[in-house]
T-cell receptor, first 114, second 112 residues
Framework: DVKVTQSSRYLVKRTGEKVFLECVQD?????MFWYRQDPGLGLRLIYF???????EKGDIPEGYSVSREKKERFSLILESASTNQTSMYLC?????????????FGDGTRLSIL | GENVEQHPSTLSVQEGDSAVIKCTYS??????FPWYKQELGKRPQLIID?????GEKKDQRIAVTLNKTAKHFSLHITETQPEDSAVYFC???????????FGQGTTLQVKP
């Protein structure tokens, strides 16, 4: 069974801090994704990666960056956290060279920026 | 840009009744349509998916239909049970952007 693990379930940070959200998958998946989930807006793609050291902007990349130094790990970075980045963040992974494959999600990190 | 519209946003049914959730997509090159169920406080879980070369797919009480001409697809749950209560998300893989686009979600409540 695919296991996608996010480092924290709950996180509280202050405005202006640099925040790191970590995600690890154990199924040797090529693709990894970061979404944020807000009520009434569904899941919106922030960044994704099809391979190590590769990254692509999603629909809402502003204020975020990512790092994929190893195949199993995909990190989301909030360079200078702001209150409008308070949200649920979901990491996902999938097989294959594109996202036309089932995505498997982690449990999510509920991030609050004060 | 590409988008997916999902309706209704909330749905309340009596146990044993059927529930239908509908989605429309804008990218005619979309070829993969998964449905996810998210229980309160838990991760989204894939419950069924369909590809564009198939018109209908069924798995026990759950079925999905796809109308490529009209660019819409639907989730059907029969004989609903209280444990079906959750938020359901549809999604469409955009062939133009290479991204999975999600609908806004439907909160389904099954009353015992």
């Amino acid at each position: 069974d695919v296991k996608v693990t996010q480092s924290s379930r709950y996180l509280v940070k202050r405005t202006g801090e640099k925040v790191f959200l970590e995600c690890v998958q154990d199924m040797d998946h090529e693709n990894m994704f970061w979404y944020r989930q807000d009520p009434g807006l569904g899941l919106r793609l922030i960044y994704f990666s099809y391979d190590v050291k590769m990254k692509e902007k999603g629909d809402i990349p502003e204020g975020y960056s990512v790092s994929r130094e190893k195949k199993e790990r995909f990190s989301l970075i909030l360079e200078s956290a702001s209150t409008n980045q308070t949200s649920m963040y979901l990491c996902a992974s999938s097989l294959g060279g594109n996202s036309n494959q089932p995505q498997h999600f982690g449990d999510g990190t509920r991030l609050s920026i004060l | 840009g590409e988008n997916v519209e999902q309706h209704p946003s909330t749905l309340s049914v009596q146990e044993g009744d059927s529930a239908v959730i509908k989605c429309t997509y804008s990218d005619s090159a979309s070829n993969y349509f998964p449905w996810y169920k998210q229980e309160l406080g838990k991760r989204p879980q894939l419950i069924i998916d369909i590809r564009s070369n198939v018109g209908e797919k069924k798995d026990q009480r759950i079925a999905v239909t796809l109308n490529k001409t009209a660019k819409h697809f639907s989730l059907h749950i029969t004989e609903t049970q209280p444990e079906d209560s959750a938020v359901y998300f549809c999604a469409a893989f955009s062939g133009n952007t290479g991204k999975l686009i999600f609908g806004q979600g439907t909160t389904l409540q099954v009353k015992p």
